[in-house]
């Protein structure tokens, strides 16, 4: 029974994880129909924002340099995916495959500047004292760092709940998300509303890869180990509603980790795809599902 517990909690960790990049996605992905391949290279510059304010400050300021990473994190990411808003996203609205290419290739330019910058081997993050170890309750281990995920994951939903549903750039994003045409004449300036869009989504990248050096090293290829469990969950979920994106994101990450207990690393993989193609078979449009766009 412990064993069973203890996988479930490594399965919420996990959900946690895919949550925290999902969350960026449904702004980009499931509210603007934007096949965003680059949102896994903004997590791989989040993660080594994280590298660079503990090379800067030395090490002795580590908790300092991880904690001042998050909103940092957010702003080089964010500010990544503006440029290539402004650049070449907004010339391909409704045209989701063309942005699933030129995404691809951006992907690939941004890994390839990560080497140049960084190099090819894989770089550690130093984690803060207060995340080593952990506790165990009802025969249950759980590890500081799995814990601190778990804790962001949920602040950041919350945060994201309040930005949508209670702020007017909330209101103003759902509205161009809807009715774009009905939006743009109503007033809003919907290019505005696009670029404060994507570059929210693209922070909360940067975010999730600051949470994600807790759990290994850094290096180019990083984003490419999460960004397609998160899409799956954007899908799985309902495209563009918080609230399906948090079922999704937990139930698959404890399918995952019930999986692999029962199998291995790669069969469990497989199971869990198997699975999601049956669901949607039956549900094509996700957990949650409603006439309109906007988040639920």
Do not use: C
Request: hydrophobic letters at 55%; a positive charge; glycine letters at 12%.
């Amino acid at each position: 029974m412990e064993a069973i517990l203890n996988q479930l909690f490594a399965g919420v960790s996990y959900g946690s994880i895919l949550l925290l990049i999902a969350l960026g996605l449904t702004f980009t992905f499931g509210q603007m129909g934007v096949i965003n391949m680059a949102h896994g290279e903004f997590i791989m510059f989040g993660a080594y924002t994280t590298y660079v304010l503990q090379e800067v400050l030395g090490k002795d300021q580590i908790t300092y340099a991880f904690l001042l990473s998050l909103p940092i994190a957010l702003v080089v990411a964010g500010a990544m995916g503006l440029l290539l808003e402004i650049t070449l996203i907004k010339r391909l609205y409704g045209r989701p495959l063309d942005t699933l290419l030129v995404t691809w290739g951006v992907a690939l330019v941004l890994q390839q500047l990560a080497r140049d910058i960084f190099g090819a081997n894989n770089v550690e993050v130093v984690s803060p004292s207060w995340l080593d170890g952990g506790i165990t309750i009802a025969g249950v281990d759980m590890a500081y760092n799995r814990l601190f995920i778990i804790g962001l994951s949920l602040a950041i939903t919350a945060a994201a709940w309040v930005v949508v549903g209670k702020l007017k750039q909330g209101r103003r994003m759902r509205a161009v998300m809807q009715n774009r045409q009905l939006a743009g004449a109503s007033g809003i300036n919907t290019p505005s509303v696009d670029r404060r869009t994507f570059f929210l989504g693209s922070g909360l990248a940067g975010v999730a890869g600051v949470a994600i050096t807790q759990l290994g090293s850094v290096g180019p290829n990083l984003g490419t180990n999460y960004i397609i469990d998160a899409f799956l969950v954007v899908i799985v979920g309902g495209l563009g509603h918080l609230r399906g994106a948090v079922i999704a994101a937990l139930s698959l990450g404890i399918l995952n980790s019930l999986a692999e207990y029962w199998s291995s690393a790669s069969l469990g993989k497989v199971i869990v795809f198997l699975a999601i193609v049956v669901f949607l078979q039956f549900r094509p449009e996700g957990i949650v599902a409603s006439e309109s766009r906007g988040l639920a």
